[in-house]
């Protein structure tokens, strides 16, 4: 079982519409999650951080996080086209090195006008 | 500050060939650092993370290594390279413990021919 797993998609939404996209972790221990958006080539930059149960809004986002499921989500609101890329959802877990930042393969998100 | 600089930005390197990618960050002391590969059209693979100078936990292959001979810097080599090298490299740094975002240099985007 992958630690961190996401649809890879693509995942294509309409212009102003909302984007759901959901990940699922194998670690009950992990006590932190993120979300990173990605677009083509470059380097993934941070949108949310979330480390309680339930909802985190930052304007047009969204992240929600139900530990007992173990899965966390992110909802994009009025969908624009510069929002599409790829999301990437990362779990912070502890290992007896220390920290370990662990990435889902990403979901491709398409808005389409 | 809180940048990260990564070196060089492209690099094509023949099958056999050494490696030697370098990672600084600024700002505050005794960050978290991590080296991930992405290879074309997949997810971030963890390569290696570090917690403090000298301290270094591997997730791969043996063919990669990488060190911490200062507080802010990460270095990751190769003796030889392979074809399967090649891919999209990022240093990422957290600033403190788990429950700290990480963020990302730009990248090295490393071609073995």
């Known amino acids: 079982q992958k630690e961190v797993e996401q649809n890879s998609g693509p995942l294509s939404v309409p212009e102003g519409a909302i984007a759901s996209l959901n990940c699922t972790y194998s670690d009950r221990v992990s006590q932190s999650f993120f979300w990173y958006r990605q677009y083509s080539g470059k380097s993934p930059e941070l949108i949310m951080s979330?480390?309680?149960?339930g909802d985190k809004e930052d304007g047009r986002f969204t992240a929600q996080l139900n530990k007992a499921s173990q899965y966390v989500s992110l909802l994009i609101r009025d969908s624009q086209p510069s929002d599409s890329a790829t999301y990437l959802c990362a779990v912070n877990g502890f290992t007896g090195g220390g920290n370990k930042l662990t990435f889902g393969t990403g979901t491709q998100l398409k808005v389409e006008l | 500050s809180q940048t990260i600089h990564q070196w060089p930005a492209t690099l094509v390197q023949p099958v056999g060939s050494p490696l030697s990618l370098e990672c600084t960050v600024e700002?505050?002391?005794?960050?978290?650092l991590y080296w991930y590969r992405q290879a074309a059209g997949r997810g971030l693979q963890l390569l290696f993370y570090s917690v403090g100078i000298g301290q270094i936990s591997s997730e791969v292959p043996q063919n990669l290594s990488a060190s911490r001979p200062q507080d802010r810097q990460f270095i990751l080599s190769s003796k030889k390279l392979l074809l399967s090298d090649s891919g999209f490299y990022l240093c990422?740094?957290?600033?403190?413990?788990?429950?700290?975002?990480?963020?990302f240099g730009q990248g090295t985007r490393l071609t073995v021919v």
């Open positions: 979330i480390y309680s149960n």
């Open positions: 700002g505050t002391s005794n960050p978290n």
């Open positions: 990422a740094r957290q600033i403190g413990g788990m429950n700290t975002e990480a963020f």
